[in-house]
T-cell receptor, first 115, second 114 residues
Framework: DTAVSQTPKYLVTQMGNDKSIKCEQN?????MYWYKQDSKKFLKIMFS???????INETVPNRFSPKSPDKAHLNLHINSLELGDSAVYFC??????????????FGPGTRLTVT | AQSVTQLGSHVSVSEGALVLLRCNYS??????LFWYVQYPNQGLQLLLK??????LVKGINGFEAEFKKSETSFHLTKPSAHMSDAAEYFC????????????FGAGTRLAVHP
């Protein structure tokens, strides 16, 4: 059983297109995240939802819009894709919304390539 | 400003040698600290975490890390490297207060050669 799953695993698209990435967790966690890993492997948080409420919204272009239909799912929609959006996007989940010792569990990542 | 630094973007060791990956944080209050490993084309897997219960933390795959408040460090070690340890290692911190946000170091690529 996969704990945190993402679809698709690979996504190749052209500039200007709109695309979505989906994430699902079956761990019963109440908090989910999106991270972006750039070509230099640097990881940065983008968004976090707790029980469908947006609680972290880092400095991300508003072309990126997360949506959480329920606490087990967190999707990421990207409008008007740009070359600089090429990266690996990771979904993660954890229990609890405030800083503590609960670890985050990561999905396998979605490699987005914009041409 | 609160930050986390990993010294050495690449570390190369021989099989059987000691592995030492360095992590320092910048904060007046000790944060929660984590080490994650990323194998090629995979997601991140938790190796171990520091929760203030003990300064020496043991993790999976024979790794351990020691929290040193005076040095604001949380270095990762393994006594004897295996070929299968070759991967990218990330130190991450969660600072007290606020939401559950992980801040990652830049990562250290560990190469293990025969």
């Amino acid at each position: 059983d996969t704990a945190v799953s993402q679809t698709p695993k690979y996504l190749v698209t052209q500039m200007g297109n709109d695309k979505s990435i989906k994430c699902e967790q079956n761990l019963g966690h109440d908090t989910m995240y999106w991270y972006k890993q750039d070509s230099k492997k640097f990881l940065k948080i983008m968004f976090s939802y707790n029980n469908k409420e947006l609680i972290i919204n880092e400095t991300v272009p508003n072309r990126f819009s997360p949506k959480s239909p329920d606490k087990a799912h967190l999707n990421l929609h990207i409008n008007s894709l740009e070359l600089g959006d090429s990266a690996v996007y990771f979904c993660a989940s954890s229990q609890g919304r405030v800083a503590g010792a609960s670890e985050q569990y990561f999905g396998p990542g979605t490699r987005l390539t914009v041409t | 400003a609160q930050s986390v630094t990993q010294l050495g973007s690449h570390v190369s060791v021989s099989e059987g040698a000691l592995v030492l990956l360095r992590c320092n944080y910048s904060s007046s209050v000790p944060p929660y600290l984590f080490w994650y490993v990323q194998y090629p084309n995979q997601g991140l897997q938790l190796l171990l975490k520091y929760t203030s219960a003990a300064t020496l933390v043991k993790g999976i795959n024979g790794f351990e890390a020691e929290f040193k408040k005076s040095e604001t460090s949380f270095h990762l070690t393994k006594p004897s490297a295996h070929m299968s340890d070759a991967a990218e290692y990330f130190c991450a911190v969660k600072f007290s207060g606020g939401y559950n946000k992980l801040i990652f170091g830049a990562g250290t690529r560990l190469a293990v050669h025969p």
